[in-house]
């Protein structure tokens, strides 16, 4: 029976949002949005009338990164080692928590209280509602403000509701540290295949494509995706290694 309310509850909940969001005059639908008002200069082709349009990428007017949201182009391009120092630092302090918190034998942390049955439903319905969303950031960082850092922390926090809402519940803390390690790697390699093989560290060397389009800006969905998949799982293992005590 519980399951089933929960079933129902995350269907209305959803269903509210989409309703929400559709009869919403500051949402605008997917594909819909004027790209000209969110770029820089360098991205609009003025005709002699004053109209504006995207332009297609190329090497004549590769001015930039490729990006449609400008800042992404500054954190992927022009201050890649400032990028790679964040994700460094961010890496020491997870380490920093884990050589002091972490042991061979823990177990949940006993909180002074035990969620209830409303918070169990409510946090399986948000759980889903912020990993989706933080998602949704991660592979449009290049098209709309968000990216890998945002996106990733977004990911954690659906992480540590499910923490808060479930006494007995627990991360695979093994998966995390793979994945964090897999797209760690990948992500310094990318950086040095730029800077080895073409002009400086993470360029972008692959097709920028066309503008506003999902597929495009090269390596940048790329590098975010790795950045976002890094954030989220060290942020979640500084969780558990907070939310775990070791046995005695």
Do not use: W
Not at 83 to 89: A, D, N, P, S
Not at 108 to 136: E, K, Y
Not at 187 to 193: D, F, P, Q, R, T
Request: hydrophobic share 50%; no cysteine.
């Amino acid at each position: 029976m519980k399951n089933f309310l929960s079933l129902v509850l995350v269907l209305a909940l959803g269903g509210m949002i989409i309703l929400s969001l559709q009869n919403n005059q500051y949402f605008t639908a997917y594909g819909e949005v004027d790209i000209t008002k969110r770029v820089s200069e360098s991205y609009i082709d003025r005709d002699v009338n004053g109209g504006t349009q995207a332009v297609e990428f190329g090497v004549a007017n590769n001015l930039e990164s490729g990006p449609a949201n400008i800042v992404t182009a500054i954190v992927a391009d022009y201050r890649s080692f400032d990028t790679l120092g964040e994700v460094t630092v961010l890496f020491v302090s997870s380490l920093g928590v884990a050589l002091l918190l972490a042991s061979g034998k823990q177990k949940r942390l006993d909180l002074h209280f035990h969620p209830n049955f409303m918070l169990r439903v409510g946090s399986r319905a948000l759980f889903g509602i912020i990993l989706m969303t933080g998602i949704f950031v991660i592979v449009h960082g290049h098209l709309t403000p968000g990216g890998g850092f945002p996106g990733g922390t977004m990911i954690a926090s659906s992480i540590l509701l499910l923490y808060l809402a479930d006494d007995n519940f627990r991360t695979k803390v093994k998966s995390f540290k793979t994945l964090e390690s897999i797209a760690g790697s990948l992500y310094v390699i990318i950086g040095l295949v730029g800077l080895f093989a073409f002009d400086y560290f993470l360029v972008n060397f692959l097709d920028n494509g066309i503008l506003g389009e999902l597929f495009s800006a090269g390596i940048v969905p790329i590098v975010y995706a790795l950045i976002g998949l890094k954030v989220g799982s060290e942020i979640s293992g500084i969780i558990d290694n907070f939310l775990t005590e070791e046995v005695a």
